[in-house]
């Protein structure tokens, strides 16, 4: 019996890009080079990278910081360097000591009756709050706010970039892919989704790791930040369900349950109007900036009222294409491919989408296809939306100057988003298909981030029974026969930039 090798894959040997971009810090790594013999381990590298990206992004906000958010009316448009934070500092009550979901708001917000946010996001708001000093000038107690903010989401990137690197036991350098995004150094400190992004993060590692009670109270708290992470619990039954591991997804159930219900309850007996808030602001709002449905809604002038409906038909539809593609796919696909199949897909059919959503997509992504070349389109087409978002807002604000984008180009940067999310999710599928040719799998493994899922024989299986299902080298089962032509070596890889520049090969016990 062979153990497979778990020292960490480079990704200069398996990525033509990766491989490229290193000769700016030296070239890719060499067959001799010592690996994990000093402080530089890629975890702490990764961490740092990307805490210095976090600080980038501080540092592009600073035209707004120092008068663009309160003086001027299109000047944070036109230095792309717009943040709910600051205006919601005082537009939300905080400047005053409102409690947030107790006290109406509305005196402040101009309408807004209660906070419009979840309870765990109102917490982390409050919190700032408390730490903010005092002042009696209010420009400068919006910047200290921004500043304790900006501080405790950059403790939320060193927990998400940390976890990202750790989920994929050889591959910790995929996380080069968040820290490194352009797109989360423009949006990470536009508002607080990082809670929610690093507290999903955080919740992968743990069923990783084998721990689905664990995964499911982090998921239940990042679900109390944002709504998006219960999502995840989609793919992880279709995936439990083919695998036959029930009691593992039950106890994942009943951590996000109780994990939700414990953070909620509280406010929900003590102030429901409060609470209950945040989700009908999301049920009534109208149609709203980066949708799908504006462009229909401005191009026909038709409002779209009923935008929830086709959005919830829009969502089942693909859920039910998401289950199929799980159930028949000839290898049971990993879990980080589907939970990024299903945000994309909430984010796609969703009312509105505003810039900092690519937040919840990054790990995701960098985790399900980690290929630069994939990435970094992807990316490009999410930076001309962040641009071309607040160069509508220009010309919305813009009067009679008529500066900044008019709708019909704002119309071809929404088209963009979409275009590039769906080349990322059709790259996705495709590796899904045909596992062949994801890299992930290359070395042998079968979903690193699955936990209790990786190299579990199907219990339950819609793929087509005449083709001999594809497994990684090593680690097919002696129940699924010989393997299938083509199913080892790198010419089986699909297209030839597919392949990996360097493979190393390994095995894997057998049960």
Known sequence: MSVRDDSPVPPTAQDKVASAGSELIGGPLGRRALTGTNWW????????????????????????YNGGWFFGQGAQYVSACYS????????????????????????????????????????????????????????????????????????????LVVCVARVHRRRPWDALLVALAPAFALTATINWDLLAVSLTAAAMLAWSRN????????????????????????????????????????????????????TNLPVMLVAWDGWSKFYSFSQERPVDFGSIWLIISQRTGDPLENANTYGTVLMLVGCAGIALLALTAPRRPRFAQLALLVVALFILTNKVYSPQYVLWL?????????????????????????????YY???????DNNHGLTPEAYHLAIAAHILGTLYLCGAVVMDAMRPERDCVRWDGSDDPSGGVLDHAPDRFSLADPTKTPWYPEGSRPASAGPAAAGA???ESRGDQDEQPMTVRWGTTPTS
Request: some cysteine; glycine content about 10%; proline content about 6%.
């Open 393 to 399: 807002l220009l010309y919305n604000h813009g009067g």
């Open 41 to 64: 381990t890629p975890v702490r590298v990764v961490a740092l990278v990307a805490l210095g990206m976090f600080a980038l992004g501080m540092v592009q906000k600073l035209p707004c």
């Open 211 to 262: 721990r689905p009670l664990l995964f499911g109270v982090l998921l239940g708290l990042a679900t109390a930040a944002k709504l998006y992470p219960v999502l995840l619990l989609g793919p992880l039954l279709l995936l439990c369900w083919r695998a036959g591991k029930y009691r593992d997804f039950g106890l994942a159930l009943a951590g996000t349950a109780g994990a939700w219900l414990a």
């Open 84 to 159: 709910d934070i600051p205006h919601l500092y005082t537009g939300r009550g905080f400047a005053d000591g409102a409690v947030p979901y107790l006290d109406s708001i509305a005196k402040y917000s101009g309408g807004m009756e209660y906070l419009e946010y979840p309870v765990l996001t109102g917490l982390f708001m409050q919190v700032a709050a408390w730490l903010t000093p005092g002042s009696e000038n209010m420009v400068h107690a919006q910047q200290m706010y921004w500043l304790v903010n900006a501080g405790m989401l950059m403790a939320c990137t060193a927990l």
């Open 488 to 490: 080892t070596g790198t």
């Open 362 to 390: 990054i790990p995701l992504a960098a985790l399900a296809r980690p290929r630069w070349r994939d990435f970094l389109i992807w990316q490009t087409c999410e930076v001309l939306y962040f641009l071309g978002i607040w």
